[in-house]
């Protein structure tokens, strides 16, 4: 088990590699800092000196790959690529365009996002696996029928309309929660309800129909007929052994996302104001503060590549069947 | 043996002879954005595969399976009439200028491009008010100081410039007005309804040898027809409703009017064209790549597998949306550093729309190569592949002639799944400010825009609503049209992660 993991780590390292280089080459090599200076200080009127500046502030005044200046090792060290892409790798973010530490802001606004996005993936997951049995004991029949339709219709709806609209009835006609905001400890409470709501009908259509294909998946199998025959009831059936034998494929999807959580959701979170790191990484994109999406885009990876590892990893724990070494 | 390219090429060739020669003859200069050149291409894809399929027994009988089905069908015509817009939408050019024999005799044209659905819709786009108004209003969302005849001034608000503009008293008569518009505009609708059915039996009578009585009555009563008389039920409706809407559009401002006074009807039609674009260019984009990458790894294994497995892995364990807005952000900038290399900003915007679809084609299609390379693990060691293999048979070949058409479901299932989820988050990414251009128009910059209206007083919600349940219509048509397609090509098939 422990070699497994050491070496499912020791495959992730490449991977990570590829996904810096990607990074590097859409920042710096598509664009040169020249280009980066002259978009944020505007197009037109901008001076050579102007510009010399914007890249010294950011530390962009350097070669990118190699710097023929500098001596020995720090002609490799000395240069962006190293400064801004490898040390990614020490989790050293550097700082943004306002001079604040990625890092720092990072570990402040992952907690309110953690708030929003364990809640909803939790309850979420419940009234998923919760729906699909529904439309999984009445298979076949109308219930079931519209059951689909009902999920092909909420998978149609865009998650712009669950959030305008949430906040529109609950927040502006209703009055019940204010519209957006957020709070430290407790008080947050009444900020979270409506987004965890929103977020879970919102992925209520996609999840509920998936599941529901697992299930049935399992209805059909011999052990399901063998229960039956046992003179088991539908229900004792259903929970006793589809649910549990579902749990495999539904590990495949949830599993992954754990990790991924601290990302936050970009849209929920920047449309309640919530300070977590999806509205973090999407007022970077508008304001088109590259250090912090180049910082995101590796975070993003490792956290997926960590859940990877961790999906295979419960594998072992509902299934006895399959072994790592 | 009937060819089955003859009847397409044909009709692709009629097709192209009256793009080339039409605007001759109407004295305008066709445009033809990069977008329209990637829509021409696959129409005429489209039109060739269709072709083939009918020819092909094998191949017809999943899509009869398709067509069986009643909500699919209903999703087809839907479909169908998004697309005419679409296409409408997507036949550029440029009107001459009045009097514009310039010192040599040469013609001048306005820089303003125009597509044939502009020109249909030219009393929307023209008839443009001050700013704000509501559906169906007759008066102006904003007060304005106005003058009274005695020259005294008061606050009101005004009346509308176009909308409602030809009622003497707009409060009293209105309602019994759009009502009266609106049947008349039913009324139509039937006509032509009534007209093509009448066209469609007569058709049907004589392939059928019956009379035009006896095959209404078969196409009333039999089994056969039930699919038939579903997507007509449809069309019917369709035909009606729009013919009314159509008709009210001369008079009012059906959906409001935006921020500018444009008539969000017009702007919901116009956004057609750049959602069905990103649904489709995005995945005919990258299908070259995931199909040949896929089936290579597949196919040939050791170390091509392990480059292409290393690459999708890389790409895919990048957040989508934050890879999206990466390279997004990347081809800004170089955009805005090259100004020279567009001709005008309309020309811009229109690479930008391609870009995007580039940027998203880029970050979808390792799910499509995962797939195809586990689906060709499996068949290479089929026995037929091993015959092909054991006769000398060349890898190209195999690959072009046993492999590919043995994987094509599954493309096909990606590619109509992919569409409902990739015109969703072009409004998601509109709003992240990583969509299509600002002076595009789409759905996303209609929702965009809107937002932030809500919080005035009166709610501002109608471009808002135009903008969701034009972009939900197609999106619900999309995916039934998706689950059916799935149903019948690979009832089996389990889309894990996807679904």
Not at chain 1, 4 to 27: D, E
Not at chain 1, 58 to 75: S, T
Not at chain 1, 80 to 92: E, Q, T
Not at chain 2, 328 to 337: E, T
Request: hydrophobic content about 50%; charged content about 15%; aromatic content about 12%.
């Amino acid at each position: 088990m422990f070699a497994y993991i050491v070496r499912r780590i020791l495959y992730a390292i490449p991977i990570l590699i590829g996904v810096n280089l990607l990074t590097f080459s859409l920042f710096f090599l598509v664009n040169s800092p020249d280009d980066m200076a002259r978009m944020h200080l505007g197009v037109k009127r901008v001076t050579v000196e102007a510009i010399d500046k914007w890249k010294q502030e950011r530390g962009y005044d350097r070669p990118l790959l190699y710097n023929a200046g500098a001596k020995g090792l720090a002609a490799l060290t000395d240069t962006i690529f190293f400064d801004k892409s490898v040390s990614l790798f020490a989790f050293d973010f550097g700082s943004a365009d306002d001079g604040r530490d990625i890092g720092f802001d990072i570990s402040q606004r992952m907690w309110p996002s953690l708030a929003i996005a364990v809640p909803i993936f939790i309850v979420g997951i419940l009234v998923n696996i919760t729906f699909a049995m529904l439309l999984a004991f009445f298979r076949a029949t109308y219930i079931d029928i519209w059951g689909v339709v009902l999920c092909v219709v909420l998978m149609s709806i865009s998650a712009l309309f669950y959030i305008i609209g949430g906040q529109f009835l609950i927040g502006k006609l209703l009055h019940l929660v204010p519209i957006s905001g957020y709070d430290t400890g407790l008080s947050a409470i009444k900020f979270l309800i409506l987004p965890v709501i929103i977020g879970i009908i919102g992925g209520v259509g996609a999840g509920s129909r998936w599941y529901r294909t697992i299930f049935l998946e399992e209805i059909n199998r011999d052990y399901v007929r063998t229960a039956r025959a046992k003179g088991l009831s539908e229900l004792a059936v259903l929970f006793r052994h589809v649910l549990k034998n579902a749990m495999i494929p539904i590990l495949t999807g949830a599993v992954v996302v754990i990790p991924t959580l601290f990302m936050g959701s970009l849209l929920i979170e920047s449309f309640f104001g919530i300070p977590g790191l999806g509205s973090y990484t999407i007022d970077a994109i508008r304001n088109q503060d590259f250090a912090i999406v180049r910082a995101m885009v590796f975070l993003g990876s490792v956290l997926y590549i960590f859940g990877l590892i961790l999906t295979d990893i419960s594998y072992t724990l509902v299934d006895p069947r399959i072994r790592l070494d | 043996m009937k060819k089955f390219w003859f009847l397409p090429l044909l009709l692709v060739c009629g097709m192209t002879a009256l793009l080339v020669l039409l605007p001759g003859l109407l004295g305008v200069k066709p445009v033809v954005l990069w977008t329209d050149r990637f829509i021409y291409l696959l129409v005429v894809a489209v039109i060739f595969l269709t072709a083939y399929i009918r020819h092909k027994p094998h191949l017809r009988l999943p899509w009869r399976h398709v067509l069986n089905n009643r909500r699919a069908l209903v999703a087809v015509v839907i479909l169908c009439a998004y697309v005419c817009i679409g296409l409408l939408d997507s036949i550029h050019y440029r009107q001459p200028l009045q009097g514009g024999n310039a010192h040599n005799g040469e013609k001048l044209y306005s820089v303003e491009v125009f597509s044939v659905l502009d020109t249909l819709l030219s009393h929307l786009r023209e008839r443009t008010e001050k700013t704000y108004s509501a559906p169906f209003a007759y008066q102006l969302y904003a007060k304005e100081t106005l003058s009274a005849s005695d020259g005294s001034q008061y606050r009101d608000y005004p009346r509308l410039k176009y909308g409602a503009a030809h009622l003497q008293d707009p409060a009293g008569q209105r309602g019994q007005d759009i009502l009266f518009k609106a049947l008349l505009g039913a009324g139509q609708g039937l006509i032509i309804f009534a007209v093509f059915m009448l066209v469609m039996l007569a058709y049907l009578a004589r392939r059928q040898l019956l009379s035009l009585k006896h095959a209404w009555r078969h196409c009333r009563h039999n089994d056969s027809m039930a699919g038939l008389r579903v997507a007509l039920f449809t069309l019917a409706v369709l035909i009606i409703l729009s013919s009314a809407i159509w008709k009210l559009s001369f008079f009012y401002h059906v959906f409001g009017t935006d921020k500018v006074g444009q008539d969000v009807l017009y702007l919901a039609l116009k956004s057609i064209r750049t959602g069905l674009v990103i649904g489709t260019l995005t995945t005919m984009i990258m299908l070259p790549f995931a199909i040949l990458l896929g089936i290579m790894a597949g196919y040939f294994r050791g170390w091509v597998d392990d480059l292409i497995q290393y690459i999708y892995t890389t790409l895919s364990s990048v957040p989508g949306i934050l890879l999206i807005a990466a390279a997004v952000l990347s081809i800004q900038v170089y955009m805005a550093n090259h100004p020279e290399l567009f001709e005008s900003v309309r020309d811009q915007a229109d690479l930008k729309l391609l870009a995007l679809c580039v940027v998203l084609g880029i970050t979808s299609w390792t799910g499509l190569c995962r797939l195809l390379r586990g689906e060709t693990l499996k068949l290479r060691e089929m026995d037929y592949i091993q015959a092909a293999t054991a006769f000398g048979v060349g890898h190209f070949t195999i690959i072009g002639r046993h492999l590919l058409p043995n994987v094509l479901h599954i493309v096909l299932i990606m590619v109509v799944l992919d569409f409902s989820g990739l015109v969703l988050a072009e409004a998601v990414l509109s709003y992240v400010g990583v969509g299509v251009d600002p002076s595009t128009i789409s759905w996303g910059n209609m929702i965009n825009g809107a937002r932030l209206e809500l919080a005035r007083e009166p709610i501002v919600w109608w471009s808002l609503v135009a903008a969701f349940v034009f972009m939900f219509t197609l999106v619900l048509a999309a995916n039934l049209f998706s689950d059916a397609v799935r149903d019948a090509f690979d009832p089996r098939l389990s889309m894990r992660g996807k679904a």
